[in-house]
């Protein structure tokens, strides 16, 4: 069972930039098809990006698109997501999560993943 852990999360003004780390527990990251999610105040937990075993696809909701991008270090046992010109409706916790098998109904959809963070906040001021 793989541990992950979220960081990077804080506080910043609408139009900046944040990078938001997980760290697995163990040297098989790259065994795990992985994603994102965020979950505001009284909202539905939502996906916001995925990636590929391999790092070659990826995958976004359309609220992120062109100005989020995930990416995997598989070797650091690490998963990213670089946050640029964040909104404040970009304000939430954010998880990582993965998923363990090779055959999913839906990338975005929280059920398909096995394991998650704890998550990390994200704050955007207006």
């Known amino acids: 069972q793989v541990q992950l852990v979220e960081s990077g999360g804080g506080l910043v003004q609408a139009g900046g930039s944040l990078r938001l780390s997980c760290a697995a527990s163990e040297r098989t990251l790259s065994s795990y098809f992985m994603g994102w999610f965020r979950q505001a105040p009284g909202k539905e937990r939502e996906f916001v990006a995925a990636?590929?075993?391999?790092?070659?696809?990826?995958y976004y909701a359309d609220s992120v698109k062109g100005r989020f991008t995930v990416s995997r270090e598989n070797a650091k046992n690490t998963l990213l997501l670089q946050m640029n010109s964040l909104k404040p409706e970009d304000t939430a916790v954010y998880y990582c999560a993965a998923d363990r098998d090779y055959i999913r109904t839906s990338y975005s959809t929280p059920s398909e993943y096995d394991y998650w963070g704890q998550g990390t906040q994200v704050t955007v001021s207006s």
């Open positions: 990636i590929t075993r391999n790092g070659v696809t990826t």
